[in-house]
């Protein structure tokens, strides 16, 4: 083999999660290559100048927008990240949902601001919302420990407890009755859950709608885990990195880049190069290869990692099953994003609901009831586009940092959940997909039809448009079937199942091959996690002895 460059780590991707997983290894001493197919690093967290010409200094988050998820582990404590430019600010109120009869949620980070906001529509919802927040909160409290560890490593796992994660843990474990209510509230769906709480549908329908963010529609047992995604928004809060999503990934590069990490763009990984039962390199698009001595990292997952990267035959011979639980047992739900992103003259005004700019400060939902947000699920499952009466999280970005948008002017970012492979036009546009540029932008029209039902303005205040199909959200992230969280996040896919138990631990049966990334515990989103753990696993795995030593010395040592 012709390596070019040697180094003792090569990452395939340069996506949140494999930066972060760099700079741990670099900080431990390892040379580290990340190698990115796009010109620039990021994956989905993205910040770019999307239309330079038409809408020359607005800025746009290409996928993550609202981080709740990195404030639940230690990532940019421990990364110092700050130092390298990072700012978060925190998006108080978090959440403004109109609903048509002239109501409307409007979630502070303050729960007791939050309840008095419901109160004034229905005294006992405000009530219950109270109590629906306080179980998902201990709930999250209880469970951190296990995000912010590899899933079958019982005893960093037990590490991350104190004595206050525990007692959350007992509030909600305690006594067979309590642990039998939690095993039937984690196998129950959002609807029912939902529906045993609250009476009003403008409330119902928002949370309904923040649930359904795991990628499932509300009905579907097993997720009311989503319940959370409204819990986070009041503690630790929902924040934006000053200037965009992109700001985090910026930090991360240059830290990477301070420790001697080398992260090189256009590098199309093709091949995984194999010596016997190990990997010691990949080759990229053009036929350039590179070696990792200690190992290959996928930022990418593991479906094609194994089945796009290696040829059958070397699967098989670490593991005859492996090929086939991959291609037939990870499951990928046909659903995945259509994406709108508009420079503004103005920022939208919900005047039937009567405006504040505040509502514009977190994430606006359109969610008139339970019922479309499970159409919105449930339709792009079967291929379908559920833009009839359409549901979709939409943000303006620049109302809370004007630095992303030419003075007085606006973004708009829309998420709109669409199928990836349209039924009955298989084997059309773009990638056989279905989706052409005529079809997408009669979708983003009615999308932005409808916003303009609530904010009339929307519709004339716009300077520029882009609009990305799935098939081209797919293509530009390198995601199977576009999925916006690499493996879907049921709970049958979810801890010590994803992707799949045998390589649920971040290591796979291919000596030094490793797996990071939204694919990997504790799943998609901003949070840097899979990449901390995915390093801790190959450092424990590399320097078992030189680890334990040091957090035990970060255990018993005073705090400085
Ligand atoms: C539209 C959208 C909106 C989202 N909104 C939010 C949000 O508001 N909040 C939130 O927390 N999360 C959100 N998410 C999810 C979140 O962005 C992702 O889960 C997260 O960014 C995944 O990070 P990652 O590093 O694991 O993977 P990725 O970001 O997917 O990184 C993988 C990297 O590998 C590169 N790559 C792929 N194939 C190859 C190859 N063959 N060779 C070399 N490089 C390759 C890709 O270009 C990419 O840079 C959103 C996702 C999408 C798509």
Known sequence: ??????????????????????????????????????????????????????????????????????????????????????EYLFCDPAVFCPHPDGRYFLAHQSLEKTCAEIAQFNQRDADKYREFIDFWQRFTKAIQPVFNAPPQAIFDILGNYDIKSIQNLLSILGGPHKSLDLIRTMLTSPKDLLEEYFDSEFLRAPLARLASEFGAPPSQKTISVGGMMMSMRHEPGMARPRGGTGALVEALVKLVQAKGGVILTDQNVKRILMDGKRAVGVAVEGGKEYRAKLGVISNIDAKRVFLQMMEPGEVAAVDKALGDRLDRRIVNNNETILRIDCALSEAPRFEFHHHRDEYLIGSVLIADSVRQVEIAHQQPAIGNIPDENPSFYAVVPTMRDPSM????????????????????????????????????????????????????????????????????????????????????????????????????????????????????????????????????????????????????????????
Not at 4 to 22: P, R
Not at 500 to 506: C, D, F, G, Q, R
Not at 507 to 524: F, I, K, M
């Open 1 to 86: 083999m012709s390596f070019v460059d040697t180094y003792d780590v090569v990452i395939i991707g340069a996506g949140h999660n494999g930066l972060v997983c760099a700079a741990y290894l670099l900080k431990a001493g390892y040379s580290v290559a990340l190698l990115e197919k796009r010109s620039i690093p990021g994956g989905a967290a993205t910040t770019e100048e999307l239309m330079p010409e038409a809408a020359s200094g607005f800025w746009f988050n290409r996928c993550a927008i609202d981080h709740e998820f990195i404030h639940l582990g230690p990532v940019v404590e421990e990364l110092e990240l700050r130092k390298y430019g990072l």
């Open 405 to 560: 948008a030419p003075p007085g002017q606006h973004t708009l970012w829309v998420e709109f959940f669409a199928p990836y492979q349209i039924n009955g036009a298989e084997g059309t546009g773009l990638a056989g997909t279905g989706w052409t540029d005529e079809l997408k932008n009669k979708v983003a029209d009615r999308v932005m039809d409808k916003l303009a039902t609530y904010a009339p303005n929307v519709s004339r205040s716009i300077i520029a448009r882009n609009v990305e199909s799935p098939a081209e959200l797919g293509d530009r992230l390198g995601a199977y079937k576009g999925n916006y969280y690499h493996v879907d996040m049921t709970l049958d896919q979810m801890v010590f199942f994803r992707p799949l138990p045998e390589i649920a631990n971040y290591t796979t049966p291919v000596e030094g091959l490793y797996l990071t990334g939204a694919g990997t515990h504790p799943g998609g989103a901003i949070s840097g996690m899979p990449g901390r753990n995915c390093a801790r696993t190959f450092l424990n795995e590399h320097r078992p002895l030189l680890n334990r030593v040091k957090e035990l010395g970060k255990s018993i040592l005073p705090k400085m």
